[in-house]
């Protein structure tokens, strides 16, 4: 069974930009999360997606959106990319009625 | 709000154990995780206990979970040098089961 898929690996953008992130969870999986990690502020929640809906959200500005489509395929928008931004943005997938999560190898974003 | 610490940085002989804690403030009644992840890479779920139990033993790795004290401690047996590589500690919010907060890492390193 494939694991979590996200795409870029890598993405380099400049302030002001925005930026799209994909994840592609583990099939079957409904339930896609997102976390932010940094050296400074470690791992954080972003939001949790399930069934195309926002279920959850952690404590960021608006510019920090997402979205899930109907094959539960998760995306994630920064807008107004701020220098502040880079991180390792990773995304987890885990059954509906089994919370353990499962998660990819992440994007890594610099915002030069 | 939630707060999970871990101590950064912990150094072992080959073939000794390792014994890495964390400590809470709250949690939901759920799983509490043991992720580890290495350099470049994503997290990889490595154990996890369930809030009713107090030990779980999975090959090489023990966990003890002290609810009253919001203890929890990962056992690495024989430790290995592929063991090396950081340890986060991750706990429910109690807004959501897959909103995680996670410590800090712990940073293990395994000598020869």
């Known amino acids: 069974k494939a694991g979590v898929t996200q795409t870029p690996r890598y993405l380099i953008k400049t302030r002001g930009q925005q930026v799209t992130l994909s994840c592609s969870p583990i099939?079957?999986?409904?339930?896609v999360s997102w976390y932010q990690q940094t050296p400074g502020q470690g791992l954080q929640f972003l939001f949790e997606?399930?069934?195309?809906?926002?279920?959850n959200k952690g404590n960021f500005p608006g510019r920090f959106s997402g979205r899930q489509f109907s094959n539960s395929r998760s995306e994630m928008n920064v807008s107004t990319l701020e220098l502040g931004d880079s991180a390792l943005y990773l995304c987890?997938?885990?059954?509906?009625?089994?919370?353990?999560?499962?998660f990819g190898s992440g994007t890594q974003l610099s915002v030069l | 709000g939630e707060d999970v610490e871990q101590s950064l940085f912990l150094s072992v002989r080959e073939g000794d154990s390792s014994v890495i804690n964390c400590t809470y403030t709250?949690?939901?009644?759920?799983?509490l995780y043991w992720y580890k992840q290495e350099p470049g890479a994503g997290l990889q779920l490595l154990t996890y206990?369930?809030?009713?139990?107090d030990m779980k033993q999975d090959q090489r790795l023990t966990v003890l979970l002290n609810k009253k004290d919001k203890h929890l401690s990962l056992r690495i047996a024989d430790t290995q040098t592929g063991d090396s590589a950081i340890y986060f500690c991750?706990?429910?919010?109690?807004?959501?089961?897959?909103?995680?907060?996670f410590g800090s890492g712990t940073r293990l390193q395994v000598q020869p």
């Open positions: 987890a997938s885990s059954l509906e009625s089994n919370e353990k999560l499962f």
């Open positions: 099939s079957g999986h409904r339930s």
């Open positions: 997606y399930f069934s195309e809906t926002q279920r």
């Open positions: 709250d949690s939901s009644s759920t799983y």
């Open positions: 206990i369930f809030s009713n139990m």
């Open positions: 991750a706990v429910p919010r109690r807004t959501g089961r897959r909103a995680l907060t």
